[in-house]
């Protein structure tokens, strides 16, 4: 029987990004790969949080990948440090958003996962979700009556008519 990696994957807004499930899959290709998706939400959060989790779990399981998952203290590092067991995993992934946005980069999250710990800590980078775009329906186009449009170009020809004479 093949050796099966066991990753922490730590994400949240990130979860179900294109980019973490591509690098997921990518692992998958080269060995077998099981994963435990960690998901640090807030308390007022963990709805959206857990919508996020389910999605990424599904996409997954339907790319060959044994996922389970489970949302965390809010707190990143310390939802690390209680779910963090050396004898189980093999390795970590931390999932961001770009570095400008991402608070989790401005705690400069990877590393400190790292030096917790002491294990190799691959850092994926996701952007920033596209806000959906809603825009309220366009009103149908209206055209003016006809009746008064008609009289203010016959009052015009008539003025005309009695400035001639």
Known sequence: MAFRTHLLVVANRTADSPELIAALERRAQAAPLHVTLLAP???SERT????RLDRALTRLRSAGIEAQGGLGDQDPI???QEAWNPGRFDGIVVSTLASPVSRWMQIDLPHRV???TDCNVEHVQAAPPRPRVTRPPTPPATRPPLLPSVLALMRSQTRRGTARA
Request: no cysteine; hydrophobic share 70%.
């Open 41 to 43: 939400a807030l308390w």
């Open 48 to 51: 959206t949080a857990q919508r």
């Open 78 to 80: 310390v939802a690390v």
């Open 114 to 116: 790292a030096r917790l």
